[in-house]
């Protein structure tokens, strides 16, 4: 009986630390290693409207930007041994008189390693509203980068964000909705 | 830094599902709660108003003013929807002062034996029950 648990204890501890180990190993060899997957964004169409937010149960009208895009992302290259997941999102940054910094998130997507890697959206609109923080919209200048977010099987979870952006001047009127 | 684990409690475990595949229930989470800005992407851990239960999500709109007061939005990756649910009724964004913390780094699996024994305190009390067994057994060699 002694013989039976002593073993079944060195079994587990040795296990344990072995995992442990490899692990830490997993996280080290690859702490240096970046992703940058290549990715083409075009932006086709923008346009302002102002409109409540309805989702948000208040009233009060807040400019409204509808952007027409086109998304091409290839990762097929980025899911080194430690990745077990890349989250992309789409961000929208411009400033205005109210704030000095607006992020606005356009669009995201869950990539796990095994799935498809490619992202191909053409004219698409974004996944989430572009509402302003009130009505500052017009005439900005708003630039559209991709971001990613490392999820490793262990380890660090960097945001690294695209080294190309676009960027663009929004229409200075609002489109009226008869207008399509 | 800080390290937690995510929540094990019956509560949440709604919240958890929100932010698979990348984080499931018994995974260890490295914070910090160094003062930095709120950025759209950072994964943060936060407490709505008048409730004791954090929350880990990500931040999707930030806005910021010249005075460095800023607010923002969260919501589970996996979630369909934004967080505005979550908040207190009429709160559309959150403030610096509800971050907990950010999450920095992640080891999975980690906290799954502290999960088991909450969920099943059979196994807690049959385990302690082995071991107070194998010390009464156990003869002096």
């Given at each position: 009986?002694?013989?039976l648990?002593?073993r079944a204890?060195v079994?587990?501890?040795n296990s344990?630390?072995?995992l442990?180990i490899l692990?830490g190993?997993?996280?080290?060899?690859t702490?240096?290693?970046?992703?940058?997957p290549k990715?083409?964004?075009?932006l086709?169409q923008?346009?302002i409207?102002?409109?409540?937010?309805?989702m948000s149960?208040k009233?009060d009208?807040?400019?409204l930007?509808?952007?027409d895009?086109?998304l091409?992302?290839d990762?097929?290259?980025?899911?080194?041994?430690n990745v077990?997941?890349i989250?992309l999102y789409l961000?929208a940054e411009?400033?205005?008189e109210v704030?000095?910094?607006?992020?606005?998130?356009?669009w995201?997507?869950?990539v796990?390693?095994g799935d498809?890697?490619?992202?191909?959206?053409k004219?698409?609109?974004?996944k989430?509203?572009?509402?302003?923080?009130?009505s500052r919209?017009?005439g900005?200048?708003v630039?559209?980068?991709?971001h990613?977010?490392?999820?490793?099987?262990?380890?660090?979870l960097?945001n690294?964000?695209?080294?190309k952006a676009?960027?663009?001047i929004?229409?200075?009127?609002y489109?009226?909705y008869?207008?399509? | 830094?800080r390290?937690?684990?995510?929540p094990?409690?019956?509560w949440y475990?709604?919240?958890?599902?929100?932010m698979?595949?990348?984080y499931?229930?018994?995974d260890?989470?490295f914070l910090t709660?160094?003062p930095e800005?709120?950025r759209?992407?950072?994964v943060v851990?936060?407490?709505?108003r008048?409730?004791n239960?954090?929350?880990?999500?990500r931040?999707?709109?930030v806005?910021?003013?010249?005075?460095?007061?800023?607010?923002?939005l969260?919501k589970?990756?996996?979630?369909?929807i934004d967080d505005?649910?979550?908040y207190?009724?009429g709160?559309?964004w959150?403030?610096?002062?509800?971050?907990i913390?950010?999450?920095?780094g992640?080891?999975?699996y980690v906290?799954m034996m502290?999960?088991l024994?909450?969920?099943?305190?059979n196994?807690?009390?049959?385990?302690?029950g082995?071991?107070?067994l194998f010390?009464?057994i156990?003869?002096?060699q």
């Open positions: 009986m002694n013989n648990t002593s204890n079994v587990l501890a344990l630390s072995v442990a692990t190993m997993l996280f080290i060899t702490i240096h290693l970046r992703v940058e990715f083409d964004l075009k086709n923008a346009q409207r102002h409109t409540p937010d309805h149960g009233r009208y807040l400019d930007t509808l952007l895009y086109d091409d992302i990762l097929s290259e980025s899911f080194h041994w077990k997941m989250f961000v411009y400033e205005n704030n000095k910094v607006n992020q606005v998130v356009l995201d997507r869950i796990m390693r498809n890697p490619t992202v191909d959206l004219s698409m609109r974004t989430y509203f572009f509402f302003d923080d009130g919209m017009r900005k200048n630039t559209i980068s991709l990613w977010n490392i999820i490793p099987n262990a380890g660090l960097p690294i964000r695209g080294s676009v960027s663009t929004l229409p200075s009127e489109t009226p008869n207008n399509y | 830094i390290i937690v684990i995510i094990t409690k019956q475990q709604r919240r958890v599902r929100a698979q595949p990348a499931y229930r018994g260890l989470l709660n160094q800005p709120v759209v992407g950072d851990v936060f407490r709505v008048g409730r239960i954090p929350i880990v999500h931040v999707l709109k806005h910021e003013k010249d005075d460095g007061y800023v607010k923002f969260t589970g990756d996996n979630n369909n505005r649910g979550l207190v009724d709160q559309l959150l403030e610096e002062q509800d971050i913390g950010r999450v920095k992640y080891l999975p906290g502290t999960i024994m909450n969920d099943k305190p196994l807690k009390y049959a385990l302690l082995l071991l107070a010390v009464l156990k003869r002096e």
